[in-house]
């Protein structure tokens, strides 16, 4: 068996919930590497949309933005920004979307936008982007972040984007018909929402992984469901994918240009 | 009919102190030479318009030109935290900063209420979610025919909008391709628009009947300004320079090397010295 790093597992992990038949939404960062070892091992005709407009687009190297020339480049077609938003993700045409977060509560909630208070914020994060709706519009939700107690915490400050609410159906209270994060895949095991409290539980451990780093590892008393199981070891291909598209993409992000001219 | 001039004439006669100012281009064609114009022109309290605020804005809001933000992502794109912005809310240096935030849908739906003359754009949009608690722009109708209630926020009118374009024709007209972002709605929902552009030719030639043109009639300014888009990048002429959005975690985490670095490359800087990005990775071209 080849030595493979939590990270890898990860992403391995994440990059196999994905199948053909998707229309993805992708989230940059670690979503879109999934996606894209997705499509380059077991689902290479995946849709994947990036929301700059790209509409299955194929890259080579993995975007450092969501609007990188390469996705519009192999992209079946490029829409604007109000089509993509509107008839798109709201138009009810995305499957799947893959998001990721600073943090994340027992419900799959996400907060990217403030750590303390809105208006004296400790740390300003980025903001929601494109999140908000992604979370609400698309038909099942993955997200895919490392598990850390700073990650993964009782309660955020900040709901920028909801998951599973408040628990139990709350989503369906709210009038939404989609289900939400399904899914959590994270370093060291999947998550999955229970199907009546909606309390993510943790239902895969990677291999090597014991449940007492689990536990340690995350901010809430998690959960494990009656049955868990190990989560099969990655393959060597998914492994060569994997770090061929990691090797180009820092390749390719380093070298289109010496970064000393200024601007 | 838009008036082809320099680029520091076109932004003295367009932008003013205290102007509600939107610099569209998502991750493409974001318009750098136009908004150094602006940082060298010494204006100041601006209302910056934007969705996603990257270095550009980092650098308006890092020498003080703005009062507020409308915004819906403040990051730098793949690397992480906007340093300059970041210290204005978190430390109001050089001064605070007001921020109306909103989602991606949101702002885009209210571009378009804005190219379409509309007061107020509506989405099924910002459920559960808790900016609607923070920003009071964001509210809701009721939809007379089903019921169903809404987010509503209000249409986005700047007075003016600034971009950056493939071409133009010597008449004006101007043409956009690739990653379309929302630039065309952004033009035509503000009361003047300057678009610089890599190339101004005799025929702009369309290279579809359905292409994204926005004709001399509804464009204010044009400066010619080759390179103008970097280190973001303008389809089919030169890549997108990420090695330097790299470098910007650096540059911008100090406010020493900030300051030395808007002096030099900037204040010190003139429209022309964009020319060089062009040249440079053209071979790259898409």
């Known amino acids: 068996m080849t030595e493979f790093t939590p990270n890898e597992m990860m992403t391995i992990a994440a990059a196999r919930e994905l199948s053909n038949d998707d229309v993805c939404f992708v989230g940059i960062g670690a979503p879109s590497a999934a996606c894209n070892v997705a499509r380059l091992t077991h689902a290479p005709d995946i849709t994947l949309i990036y929301e700059s407009g790209t509409v299955g687009t194929k890259p080579d190297v993995l975007p450092l933005s969501i609007g990188d020339g390469e996705l519009c480049d ?25 998001l990721g977060g600073a943090q994340i509560d027992k419900f799959a909630n996400l907060n990217t936008t403030v750590v303390g208070p809105y208006d004296r914020p400790k740390v300003r994060l980025p903001g929601g982007g494109g999140a908000p709706e992604i979370a609400s519009n698309c038909g099942r939700i993955f997200i895919t972040m490392a598990l850390t107690k700073r990650g993964f915490v009782e309660t955020l400050p900040f709901v920028t984007s909801m998951g599973q609410g408040e628990g139990g159906n709350h989503r369906e209270r709210l009038g939404l018909t989609t289900k939400g994060p399904t899914r959590v895949i994270t370093d ?74 200024a601007a | 009919m838009a008036r082809i001039q320099p680029l520091a004439e076109a932004v003295a006669d367009n932008v003013r102190d205290g102007d509600a100012v939107s610099m569209e281009g998502f991750t493409h064609l974001i318009p750098y030479a136009a908004g150094h114009e602006v940082i060298r022109q010494g204006r100041k309290d ?40 970041r210290d204005a809310v978190e430390n109001q240096w050089p001064r605070p900063l007001e921020i109306e935030e909103h989602s991606h849908a949101a702002m885009a739906n209210a571009y378009e209420a804005g190219a379409a003359n509309l007061p107020f754009a509506m989405l ?6 808790d900016l609607p608690k923070v920003n ?15 987010a ?23 043409l956009i391709e690739g990653i379309v972002g929302v630039q065309k709605e952004a033009v035509l929902a503000a009361k003047r628009s300057i678009v610089t552009v890599e ?22 300014a044009i400066a010619h300004v080759p390179g103008g888009a970097f280190p973001s990048y303008a389809h089919g002429y030169y890549a997108r320079n990420n090695a330097f959005y790299i470098r910007w975690d650096e540059i911008a985490r100090d406010r020493e ?24 990775n053209s071979v790259k071209a898409a």
């Open chain 1, 74 to 98: 192999t992209a079946l077609f490029t829409v604007s920004v109000p089509e993509m938003f509107r008839y798109w993700l709201q138009g009810g045409r995305i499957t799947t979307g893959f």
């Open chain 2, 257 to 280: 090397s900030f300051t030395a670095w808007i002096k030099e490359n900037v204040l010190d800087a003139k429209p022309e010295d964009f020319a060089r990005h062009a040249a440079k």
């Open chain 1, 188 to 261: 060291l095991c999947i998550l999955e929402p229970d199907p009546e409290t909606k309390e993510l539980t943790v239902v895969s451990v990677h291999p090597g992984v014991s449940r007492e780093q689990i536990i340690a590892n995350c901010g809430w008393p998690i959960k494990f469901a009656a049955s868990v199981i190990e989560t099969p070891v990655p393959t060597e291909t998914e492994l060569a994918v994997l770090r061929d598209i990691n090797a180009r993409t820092k390749k390719a992000h380093e070298g289109a240009g010496t970064g000393k001219e």
């Open chain 2, 136 to 150: 009071p722009n964001i509210k809701s109708v009721t939809c007379p025919f089903t019921g169903e209630t809404l």
């Open chain 2, 152 to 174: 509503a926020v209000p249409a986005i009118r700047p007075d003016v909008t600034i971009i950056h374009a493939q071409r133009a024709d010597r008449k004006g007209n101007v």
């Open chain 2, 46 to 85: 601006l209302f910056l318009i934007r969705m996603t605020p990257d270095i550009l804005y980092d650098q308006l809001i890092g020498v003080g030109a703005a009062r507020a933000m409308k915004f819906s992502w403040g990051g730098n794109p793949g690397v992480g935290s906007l340093h300059r912005f």
């Open chain 2, 199 to 220: 190339e101004i030719v005799e025929e702009l030639a369309p290279p579809s009947p359905n292409s994204v043109v926005l004709p001399s009639w509804v464009v204010t």
């Open chain 2, 124 to 129: 099924r949009g910002y459920i559960g979610a």
